[in-house]
């Protein structure tokens, strides 16, 4: 019996999926389980599965083509099965009993971030017989035959635009692992090549270049159309002296790299901290009702090549400073390698975007709905402050909070700042 192959959600807001890449030609035996394709989300790059056994028996959809989620984009069947009828109607919605099944719904994770999606694509013919379709890439030994490689090789060889077929795979029979990029990439064999999580841009010549959107991106214009407009936005700034946090890091760093955290963090747990004395603030509009949350997530904004993403430090207010800084770098660090899994991205309670480290002293943050707050950071600069009859030189930071007036209003918004000054002056409170 025939298994259809359907564009799948394969994260908890994922509207709509580009095909990176094929992992299986037509003619191809495939088991359920196996990966057939690398589908970029609105936040990273997964794979499709096979969801029953047989031959790959057609690719109805081309690498680099945008489908709408339920859309046919394969037929999995037995050698000699017909399934012209399946093919023919490619373009047809599938019935409620055949969609694949979605994930939980969840809150997509954007604050500075997203407009409305594109109309879904029309559907396109048919491919051409596999004799003219696009190949795997496959890496070339001395005897110039195919190795095959592991779906993790191939996609840190996309990400850094690395042609396999100039790797030597050292896994069994040949096959090309993650080691062995690694040990390519170390050694220059790196080609210029667009990634294939974004589509290239080629200088024309003329006067404008059109670039295609990303899933990411149009994640992105779409979540800012939900936020900016709707909900009415005011902003309270306030400026924190950070001299006791400078002084506790100081005393931390001496003793030893396992009590090393930065500023970020520290401001982090604060917020948490703060959160936990705030339910009002910690809390989701959802229409006709205000829910506070007595958990907090705290979510954080990550900028990566195609966009912002925000992973999520689930109850952050419980969780040591150290904690908090090696869970966030690892998040960062997979979240520009957009190697996410959706729940770590979704379900955040309030969000915090720091872009001091760029040198920027103040700004002002777009809320991440259904979230009424948002934290933005600025960097921190030395301020002379007047002390008797002189000055004093302090390390000194602004922060800006974006509050939805639906449900919170300027006093709240004012008495959650006044917790989180107390807290980053007197650090040693976070402690006890």
């Not at 088991?31 to 970029?40: H, I, T």
């Not at 109607?89 to 407009?115: C, H, L, N, R, W």
């Not at 604060?270 to 009002?280: G, K």
């Given at each position: 019996m025939a298994t259809k192959v359907f564009m799948e959600a394969l994260s908890p807001t994922?509207?709509?999926?580009?095909?990176?890449?094929?992992?299986?030609?037509?003619?191809?035996?495939?088991?359920?389980?196996?990966?057939?394709?690398?589908?970029?989300?609105?936040?990273?790059?997964?794979?499709?599965?096979?969801?029953?056994?047989?031959?790959?028996?057609?690719?109805?959809?081309?690498?680099g083509d945008s489908r709408p989620v339920g859309t046919l984009v394969g037929v999995i069947a037995g050698a000699d099965e017909n399934i012209d009828a399946l093919v023919a109607g490619a373009g047809s919605a599938p019935a409620a009993t055949e969609k694949p099944a979605e994930q939980p719904a969840a809150q997509a994770a954007a604050p500075?971030?997203?407009?409305?999606?594109?109309?879904?694509?029309?559907?396109?013919?048919?491919?051409?017989?596999?004799?003219?379709?696009?190949?795997?890439?496959?890496?070339?030994?001395?005897?110039?035959?195919p190795v095959r490689s592991s779906p993790l090789a191939r996609r840190l060889a996309s990400e850094k635009g690395l042609d396999l077929s100039r790797v030597q795979g050292s896994g069994p029979a040949g096959r090309i692992i993650k080691r062995d990029i690694e040990t390519a990439m170390a050694a220059g064999a790196a080609q210029p090549a667009a990634a294939a999580s974004a589509p290239a841009r080629v200088a024309s010549g003329a006067d404008f270049d059109d670039i295609a959107l990303t899933q990411i991106r149009k994640t992105i214009a779409k979540r800012l159309s939900e936020s900016i407009g709707p909900i009415p936005t005011f902003y309270l700034t306030a400026e924190f002296d950070l001299s006791r946090v400078m002084e506790m890091r100081a005393a931390m760093l001496e003793m030893g790299d396992a009590f090393k955290v930065s500023v970020n963090d520290v401001l982090m747990k604060a917020v948490a901290t703060a959160l936990a004395q705030h339910p009002e603030v910690n809390a989701h509009w959802l229409g006709d009702r205000i829910r506070q949350h007595n958990r907090v997530h705290l979510g954080m904004a990550v900028a990566t090549p195609d966009g912002l993403i925000v992973p999520v430090i689930f109850d952050a207010d419980q969780k040591r400073m150290s904690e908090i800084s090696a869970e966030a770098r690892e998040l960062a660090k997979?979240?520009?390698?957009?190697?996410?899994?959706?729940?770590?991205?979704?379900?955040?309670?309030?969000?915090?975007?720091?872009l001091g480290m760029f040198g920027i002293d103040q700004f002002t943050a777009i809320i991440n709905p259904p979230e009424v707050a948002i934290l933005a950071i600025g960097t921190a600069t030395d301020v002379a402050v007047p002390v008797g009859d002189g000055f004093k030189v302090q390390k000194r930071i602004r922060v800006t909070m974006s509050c939805d007036h639906r449900a919170v209003d300027g006093a709240v918004g004012a008495a959650f700042l006044q917790t989180l000054r107390r807290l980053i002056e007197n650090p040693l409170m976070m402690v006890f």
């Amino acid at each position: 019996m025939a298994t259809k192959v359907f564009m799948e959600a394969l994260s908890p807001t994922m509207e709509e999926g580009r095909l990176v890449k094929w992992l299986k030609n037509e003619g191809d035996a495939v088991k359920s389980g196996d990966p057939l394709a690398e589908v970029e989300t609105d936040k990273a790059i997964m794979e499709l599965v096979a969801r029953g056994d047989g031959v790959l028996r057609k690719r109805l959809v081309g690498e680099g083509d945008s489908r709408p989620v339920g859309t046919l984009v394969g037929v999995i069947a037995g050698a000699d099965e017909n399934i012209d009828a399946l093919v023919a109607g490619a373009g047809s919605a599938p019935a409620a009993t055949e969609k694949p099944a979605e994930q939980p719904a969840a809150q997509a994770a954007a604050p500075v971030a997203a407009a409305a999606t594109e109309k879904p694509a029309a559907p396109v013919p048919p491919p051409p017989p596999p004799a003219t379709q696009p190949q795997q890439p496959a890496a070339n030994v001395g005897n110039g035959g195919p190795v095959r490689s592991s779906p993790l090789a191939r996609r840190l060889a996309s990400e850094k635009g690395l042609d396999l077929s100039r790797v030597q795979g050292s896994g069994p029979a040949g096959r090309i692992i993650k080691r062995d990029i690694e040990t390519a990439m170390a050694a220059g064999a790196a080609q210029p090549a667009a990634a294939a999580s974004a589509p290239a841009r080629v200088a024309s010549g003329a006067d404008f270049d059109d670039i295609a959107l990303t899933q990411i991106r149009k994640t992105i214009a779409k979540r800012l159309s939900e936020s900016i407009g709707p909900i009415p936005t005011f902003y309270l700034t306030a400026e924190f002296d950070l001299s006791r946090v400078m002084e506790m890091r100081a005393a931390m760093l001496e003793m030893g790299d396992a009590f090393k955290v930065s500023v970020n963090d520290v401001l982090m747990k604060a917020v948490a901290t703060a959160l936990a004395q705030h339910p009002e603030v910690n809390a989701h509009w959802l229409g006709d009702r205000i829910r506070q949350h007595n958990r907090v997530h705290l979510g954080m904004a990550v900028a990566t090549p195609d966009g912002l993403i925000v992973p999520v430090i689930f109850d952050a207010d419980q969780k040591r400073m150290s904690e908090i800084s090696a869970e966030a770098r690892e998040l960062a660090k997979r979240a520009r390698e957009r190697k996410l899994k959706p729940e770590e991205y979704t379900g955040s309670t309030f969000s915090i975007s720091n872009l001091g480290m760029f040198g920027i002293d103040q700004f002002t943050a777009i809320i991440n709905p259904p979230e009424v707050a948002i934290l933005a950071i600025g960097t921190a600069t030395d301020v002379a402050v007047p002390v008797g009859d002189g000055f004093k030189v302090q390390k000194r930071i602004r922060v800006t909070m974006s509050c939805d007036h639906r449900a919170v209003d300027g006093a709240v918004g004012a008495a959650f700042l006044q917790t989180l000054r107390r807290l980053i002056e007197n650090p040693l409170m976070m402690v006890f």
